[in-house]
């Protein structure tokens, strides 16, 4: 039985998304839902200290949805020698229950969505004993993800 809710995606760290998206598209047949730029992402990492990030993905249409994240040197968006895969993504209703119940499972927070009153939104990395990351994403999020990022732009 899973500890949480439905898989749904699965990111990817990539050096050029449009090379990427170009390159999936041609081997798995993908189509591509839009690019989303934020130059100043606020994010906390499982240290405590607040950051500010640019971060730029795009999620595929059809699921379970790949999310291309565009590499961010010097950030948990890094590319590696070895793999680029970069999490698992799961809803869940309970964000800040379930972070914390990841974290008890030593499954450690390695970074978060934070507001302005510095309290948890919208998303949390917590990276298991393997190395792997599983990305808790707020369910809330769902009815505007389907309706804007796992859609086709109209051409």
């Known amino acids: ?8 995606h699965v990111g990817i760290v990539v050096p050029d998304i449009e090379a990427a ?19 100043d992402y606020e994010v906390r990492d499982g240290d405590g200290n607040e950051l500010v990030v640019p971060n730029t993905l795009c999620y595929s249409v059809e699921p379970p949805h790949l999310e291309l994240v565009l590499e961010v040197p010097g950030s948990v968006w890094e590319c590696n020698e070895h793999s680029n895969l970069h999490h698992i993504g799961v809803w869940t209703d309970a964000l800040p229950d379930d972070t914390a119940r990841y974290s008890e499972l030593r499954c450690p927070l390695q970074l978060c969505g934070r507001a302005e009153d510095g309290s948890l939104q919208q998303f949390a990395y917590h990276r298991d004993p393997l190395g792997v990351r599983i990305e808790l994403v707020d369910a809330s999020m769902k009815p505007m993800m389907e309706e804007f990022m796992f859609k086709a732009p109209v051409a």
Do not use: E, N
């Open 1 to 8: 039985m899973a500890l949480l809710g439905t898989l749904y």
């Open 21 to 39: 998206k170009a390159h999936f598209t041609d081997l798995l047949g993908i189509t591509w839902g839009p690019v989303v730029h934020t130059d």
